[in-house]
């Protein structure tokens, strides 16, 4: 059957640092095949068509939550492609993606608060324009993204301790005895790279060096609001490099070339999802 190309575009909504005024970049490259990604200047409007809800609104209030990025600058890093096939699971860690270069040497050095977050699954269409790929073609399950300094941070695949609860016993990993983490990266005095961490290393690393961008919104994860109150903020270091861990499933009937759904195709046994459901057996947790 024919392949599905897509590519996970986020956008992150961000303010200078401490003592500068936010500034406008702009550039078109992406950073599928090996380019840039793109780079935009910051206004109100979001990457995903359509404001944002909230559910914890005050109903009684006749004010209602600003759910865009006034006066916020932000930027886009698009994934390495994702190809899959009909019922494939492309769940792994991708290769690292260079943030935008003009956001790296501004930022070195230097402090960047991150004010919220969009994510997007896109593909390329004939007039080399982003379109939304329907979430009947591909279902985002979840994922899992990173951003930081590879200076100073790096990604480790660790093995799953059972007993830890307060990792889930691997839940969160399906059953998987391993997942990945930042780890510091620890060096002598002449620079080189240390095997283990001594104790108090990093004591004095105030603003952390990476952060953890991970949500669970499945089919909502277009329209799912991920910014934060005002006035707070996810504080990074000298960040210059993306990673993203997708989980998506293939499950585009070929035989429709709409975004509508229709029924076909083989499901696994364990299935218990009738035809007239209205989506398919294979959004199922594998």
């Not at 599928?32 to 404001?51: A, F, I």
């Not at 190809?83 to 943030?99: H, I």
């Not at 089919?219 to 998506?248: C, W």
Request: one cysteine or more.
């Amino acid at each position: 059957g024919a392949l599905l190309t897509a590519t996970a575009a986020a956008a992150l909504a961000s303010l200078a640092h401490a003592g500068e005024s936010p500034r406008a970049h702009s550039s078109s490259s992406k950073a599928m095949n090996g380019e840039s990604p793109h780079v935009h200047s910051g206004d109100s409007k979001t990457m995903n068509d359509g404001l944002y809800t909230i559910s914890n609104n005050n109903p009684e209030s006749s004010a209602r939550y600003d759910t865009r990025y006034p006066g916020k600058e932000f930027f886009e890093v698009y994934s390495p492609p994702i190809r899959t096939a009909y019922a494939d699971v492309f769940w792994r860690m991708m290769d690292e993606v260079p943030l935008p270069q003009d956001i790296v040497d501004r930022f070195d050095n230097a402090v960047m608060a991150v004010v919220g977050y969009e994510v997007d699954q896109i593909r390329t269409d004939a007039n080399g324009d982003d379109v939304p790929v329907p979430i009947t073609h591909a279902y985002n399950h979840h994922y899992a993204s990173w951003i930081g300094n590879n200076r100073k941070v790096r990604m480790t695949k660790k093995k799953r301790d059972r007993s830890d609860k307060k990792l889930g016993g691997g839940m969160m990993d399906h059953g998987s005895d391993e997942y990945w983490a930042a780890e510091p990266i620890v060096r002598d005095e002449d620079g080189e790279t240390k095997e283990e961490e001594d104790e108090n290393e990093n004591e004095e690393e105030v603003i952390p060096a990476c952060h953890f961008f991970s949500e669970g919104n499945g089919g909502e994860m277009r329209m799912s609001y991920h910014g934060y109150p005002h006035g707070f903020a996810q504080l990074l270091d000298s960040p210059n490099v993306f990673h993203i861990q997708p989980m998506q499933i293939d499950t585009w009937n070929r035989d429709e070339p709409t975004a509508a759904f229709r029924p076909g195709g083989p499901l696994p046994k364990s299935s218990q999802i009738p035809q007239s459901a209205g989506y398919s057996g294979l959004i199922e947790c594998p």
